[in-house]
């Protein structure tokens, strides 16, 4: 099984400020299936990125993904208030297993 | 609109059955890949089971045995029936759209709680 290990658990930024978020995988993962999760409190998860780096319908450009093999990113470019929240980052392999990193928060300093 | 909406969840004791159903809008559930993930209070996401538009299932090993996915074709609904439920089983419970191995469409979550 492929763990997904997200890196910092915490990151304080303030609005307009560019996060980087970091995804490490126990194995090699496919870049076509990793993707990156946005969730707010009382929310359901929502689709940032998808094969790694393809935005997905609806996602501002601030959003970027990149990465390959064990190590993945999710850039913002310059962080919106809206965009303080909880990231996952996700990936689907054979079996089939589909497994989550434990999130990082990203709140406001 | 591509939509999914959740039900059915609720309180039932440890060794009890509960059966969740996500009814669905604006695609049809057996032409695609449809998941149930939960999230259990204060914690991260956890898939739980897929269904292949060819009628494959799949199960973490957390629910094997126990749970069961399904899908009505002409309701257009996704179900999971939850059996020899446990406390470590609550939790809000999504159904989501899988595209290329994404969670592309989430439904707004169900919570269920297994408890005395």
């Known amino acids: 099984e492929i763990v997904l290990t997200q890196s910092p658990g915490t990151l304080s930024l303030s609005p307009g400020e560019r996060a980087t978020l970091s995804c490490r995988a126990s194995?090699?993962?496919?870049?076509?299936?990793l993707a990156w999760y946005q969730q707010k409190p009382g929310q359901a998860p929502r689709l940032l990125i998808y094969g790694a780096s393809s935005r997905a319908t609806g996602i501002p450009d601030r959003f970027s993904g990149s990465g390959s093999g064990t190590d993945f990113t999710l850039t913002i470019s310059r962080l919106e208030p809206e965009d303080f929240a909880v990231y996952y980052c996700?990936?689907?392999?054979?079996?089939?297993?589909?497994?989550f990193g434990q999130g990082t928060k990203l709140e406001i300093k | 609109e591509v939509q999914l909406v959740e039900s059915g969840g609720g309180l039932v004791q440890p060794g009890g059955s509960l059966r969740l159903s996500c009814a669905a809008s604006g695609f049809t559930v057996s032409s695609n890949y449809m998941s149930w993930v939960r999230q259990a209070p204060g914690k991260g996401l956890e898939w739980v089971s897929v269904i292949y538009s060819g009628g494959s299932t799949y199960y973490a090993d957390s629910v094997k045995g126990r749970f069961t996915i399904s899908r009505h074709n002409s309701k257009n609904t996704l179900y999971l029936q939850m059996n020899s439920l446990r406390a470590e089983d609550t939790a809000v419970y999504y159904c989501?759209?899988?595209?290329?191995?994404?969670?592309?469409?989430w439904g707004q979550g169900t919570m269920v709680t297994v408890s005395s």
């Open positions: 989501a759209l899988i595209v290329v191995g994404a969670f592309d469409i």
């Open positions: 194995q090699s993962v496919s870049s076509s299936y």
């Open positions: 996700q990936q689907y392999g054979s079996s089939p297993e589909y497994t």
